[in-house]
Antibody
Framework: QVQLVESGGGLVKPGGSLRLSCAAS????????MSWIRQAPGKGLEWVSY????????YYADSVKGRFTISRDNAKNSLYLQMNSLRAEDTAVYYC????????????????WGQGTLVTVSS | DIVMTQSPDSLAVSLGERATINCKSS????????????LAWYQQKPGQPPKLLIY???TRESGVPDRFSGSGSGTDFTLTISSLQAEDVAVYYC??????????FGPGTKVDIK
């Protein structure tokens, strides 16, 4: 069965860095676009970043552009999010998510989500 | 960016009654070449990740009870729970994927039991 397991969250000071990982299993990871989506405590959902199956196409939300870097290692079935220059407003649960098919047209909605990893940015 | 709004912010419905949630996009999410609305609905319960309910505005995800239905086109959409059950208490989000990959969610609607 499809599983997505995030790790790497924790407490970090403003201006610090953190690297999140998402271990995927139960499907052919290299076929799928993947996204990171976050949710601040008690708030709604915010899409953060998107990477194509090969890793050649990458996009970011304006709120994280220039500070976050998404990447993937298809040989390791893993997705990553390098987060630099962290701010208090980056405090959130970060989810990795997979769309239902490998088609580009369906890459923008997600039927599999991990349980999330909490990132807290505070001094 | 396409801005998504939802109404109401919250609603309380008696068990077995109908719950209706509205979602509006700041521009059309209907792609004319394939006549598809790039709109999804999710349910999120406390402490859990979101669960996909509806995609293409009206296609129910496999395993989702048929009391959940989606409708609408262009800029105005509705999620209907035809007969509210206790397990439907949750926050519901709409999300557009028309402007791939700049995806945006609505602010959410909290559904409770009256």
């Amino acid at each position: 069965q499809v599983q997505l397991v995030e790790s790497g969250g924790g407490l970090v000071k403003p201006g610090g860095s953190l690297r999140l990982s998402c271990a995927a299993s139960g499907f052919t990871f290299s076929d799928y676009y993947m996204s990171w989506i976050r949710q601040a405590p008690g708030k709604g959902l915010e899409w953060v970043s998107y990477i194509s199956s090969s890793g050649s196409t990458i996009y970011y939300a304006d709120s994280v552009k220039g500070r976050f870097t998404i990447s993937r290692d298809n040989a390791k079935n893993s997705l990553y999010l390098q987060m630099n220059s962290l701010r208090a407003e980056d405090t959130a649960v970060y989810y990795c998510a997979r769309p239902p098919t490998s088609d580009y047209d369906s890459s923008g909605y997600w039927d599999y989500w991990g349980q999330g990893t909490l990132v807290t940015v505070s001094s | 960016d396409i801005v998504m709004t939802q109404s109401p912010d919250s609603l309380a419905v008696s068990l077995g009654e109908r719950a209706t949630i509205n979602c509006k996009s700041s521009q059309s999410v209907l792609y004319s070449s394939n006549n598809k609305n790039y709109l999804a609905w999710y349910q999120q319960k406390p402490g859990q990740p979101p669960k996909l309910l509806i995609y293409w505005a009206s296609t129910r995800e496999s395993g989702v009870p048929d009391r959940f239905s989606g409708s609408g086109s262009g800029t105005d959409f509705t999620l209907t729970i035809s007969s509210l059950q206790a397990e439907d208490v949750a926050v519901y989000y709409c999300q557009q994927y028309y402007s791939t990959p700049l995806f945006t969610f609505g602010p959410g609607t909290k559904v409770d039991i009256k």
